[in-house]
C-alpha cells in the first residue's frame, strides 16, 4: 500500500530535519562495536584492502556513527541508500562501489548481516560472507558466530 503524505513540502523537510536532529543526538548513545571489529579492520588495512560500506540507511548517519566508533578513516566509500536508485537487495550499492574502486566483482566480497545482504551479494554476483552476530539468519554455507572465527577465515583465503 502506497504512503500518503499530506502537508506542504516545508512541513515535510521540518519533520525531516528534526528527525535528523533527534537522530544524531541520540544515535551514538548504544555504539559500541562488536569484539574483534578492530582487529578485523586492521587486518584488512595492513592487507591492503579498500573497504567500503553499502547501508540501506542513509549515508550520513552511517558516517556520523562510524566517525563516533573511531572507524570512518578505514573506509575508502560509504554508500547509503541516498545514493543509489534502488537499496538492497538491488545490486547497485554493489556495483556503484566496484565502479568507484575500479575493482571487478570476482575481487569483491560483501559481508553481512541480513537476508538483504545476502541476496545483494548473489544479485550482484559476488561472494559472500554471513554475519551471525548481527541482524538476520542465513542458511549461507559461509557463515560465521564471531568476528574472530571470520577473521581466521579471512587470513586463509586474503
Not at 578505514?74 to 575500479?102: A, R, T, W
Request: hydrophobic share 40%.
Amino acid at each position: 500500500m502506497p504512503m500518503i503524505f499530506y502537508g506542504t513540502r516545508e512541513y515535510l523537510d521540518e519533520h525531516a530535519e528534526m528527525f535528523r536532529k533527534h537522530y544524531l543526538e541520540n544515535a551514538n548513545l548504544h555504539v559500541e562495536p562488536y569484539e574483534g571489529a578492530y582487529e578485523l579492520l586492521e587486518y584488512l588495512k595492513l592487507k591492503e584492502v579498500a573497504l567500503s560500506i553499502a547501508t540501506n540507511a542513509s549515508d550520513y548517519f552511517a558516517k556520523n556513527m562510524l566517525k563516533y566508533a573511531k572507524m570512518l578513516d578505514y573506509f575508502k566509500h560509504i554508500v547509503g541508500s541516498n545514493n543509489v536508485q534502488n537499496s538492497k537487495p538491488n545490486p547497485d550499492m554493489i556495483d556503484l562501489i566496484c565502479e568507484k574502486l575500479s575493482v571487478s566483482k570476482s575481487q569483491t566480497l560483501l559481508i553481512g548481516d541480513s537476508i538483504k545482504d545476502e541476496l545483494a551479494a548473489q544479485n550482484a554476483n559476488v561472494d559472500f560472507l554471513f554475519a551471525n552476530w548481527g541482524y538476520g539468519n542465513s542458511d549461507s554455507s559461509k557463515k560465521f558466530d564471531t568476528i574472530f572465527d571470520m577473521l581466521e577465515y579471512i587470513k586463509k583465503v586474503i
